[in-house]
């Protein structure tokens, strides 16, 4: 059974860091891109950043460049999100997913429960 | 700035058919977008429904179809059903970015 789970949120200060989580099981981590997505509360799906199956890859929104580095340890089954410079807007609750790129296909396909990230003095 | 449109509510009676549409300010959506659709229903995480324009997930119900219309990603729902009732995205891939629609809140009266 194909599981993502995530971990590593809670409350923050402004300009702060914290790092998240994703926990993979159940398929081969090493052959899929990952990605990051968040929701603020009450609104709607924002696409944060994506890493490649062997982590030489990635791409961020324009929100969190320069902030956010995404990462995978392949040998351990787990995506990380390196949040710094944390703002308020930054509030919301992080998805991790599970993606297979080929040349005719994108498809995302499982997502992790989320973690809610909370960004207030 | 990139801004992906769909419906932001929708009503709908059991057993209807309803159109959900995802439209790129950028211009004509096309399969080179790959347009995903997810639903996603209260406290719970995005569930995946249709993936590169008109491909169904092996849990995806009968009644969910996507394809391209007028220019635009559709998800249609044939014989809707009260478990239906769930904010819909789309997502569309731009180069090295993906984009999610505003969503739509589908209601099942």
């Known amino acids: 059974e194909v599981q993502l789970v995530g971990s590593g949120g809670g409350l923050v200060q402004p300009g702060g860091s914290l790092r998240l989580s994703c926990a993979a099981s159940?398929?081969?981590?090493?052959?899929?891109?990952m990605h990051w997505v968040r929701q603020a509360p009450g609104k709607g799906l924002v696409w944060v950043s994506r890493?490649?199956?062997?982590?030489?890859?990635?791409t961020y929104a324009d929100s969190v460049k320069g902030r956010f580095t995404i990462s995978r340890d392949n040998a351990k089954n787990t995506l990380y999100l390196q949040m710094d410079s944390l703002r308020a807007e930054d509030t919301a609750v992080y998805y991790c997913a599970r993606v297979t790129v080929t040349s005719d296909l994108v498809v995302f396909d499982y997502w992790g429960q989320g973690t809610l990230v909370t960004v207030s003095s | 700035q990139t801004v992906v449109t769909q419906e932001p509510s929708l009503t709908v009676s059991p057993g209807e058919t309803v159109t959900i549409t995802c439209a790129s300010s950028?211009?004509?959506?096309?399969?080179?977008?790959?347009p995903n659709w997810f639903q996603q229903k209260p406290g719970q995480a995005p569930r995946a429904l249709i993936y590169s324009t008109t491909n169904k997930h092996s849990w995806t119900p009968a009644r969910f179809s996507g394809s391209l219309l007028g220019g635009k990603a559709a998800l249609t729902l044939s014989g809707v059903q009260p478990e239906d009732e769930a904010e819909y995205y789309c997502?569309?891939?731009?180069?090295?970015?993906?984009?999610f629609g505003t969503g739509t809140k589908v209601t099942v009266l």
């Open positions: 890493v490649n199956s062997d982590g030489s890859f990635t």
């Open positions: 159940g398929f081969t981590f090493s052959s899929y891109w």
């Open positions: 950028t211009g004509a959506v096309t399969r080179g977008y790959y």
């Open positions: 997502l569309l891939y731009y180069a090295n970015a993906y984009v």
